[in-house]
């Protein structure tokens, strides 16, 4: 059983970085494939960026390539979420999730997933 929780949530003005942080606890966190996902209100959770076990293999969805960075940290069980140059679209809940038996998995049927955080972009 793995447990994920997201931090690093806030309310920003358009332009600005934030940095998410999940910490995972539980399981062997360097053989999950990661990902996050972002889910605005009224709207279908959507993919965000994904990771590979071996931090190696990375992707992005259109909307934030060049502006987030998805990165981990085995040694300490986290993933992050770099968020640069903030839009007002970017406000959404974001969670994170761990696959297992995936080295690397760009889907949205996570085995486990983190509460959320709010990110709020003011334009």
Known sequence: QVRLVESGGGLVQAGASLRLSCAASG???SSYAMGWLRQAPGKEREFVAAISW???STDYADSVKGRFTI???NGEKRVYLQMNSLKYED???YYCGAKSGYYFYR???YDY???GTQVTVSS
């Open 27 to 29: 399981g062997t966190f």
């Open 91 to 93: 406000t959404a809940v």
């Open 107 to 109: 889907g949205d049927s």
């Open 113 to 115: 997933w983190g509460q």
């Open 71 to 73: 990165s981990r940290d």
């Open 54 to 56: 071996s931090g190696s």
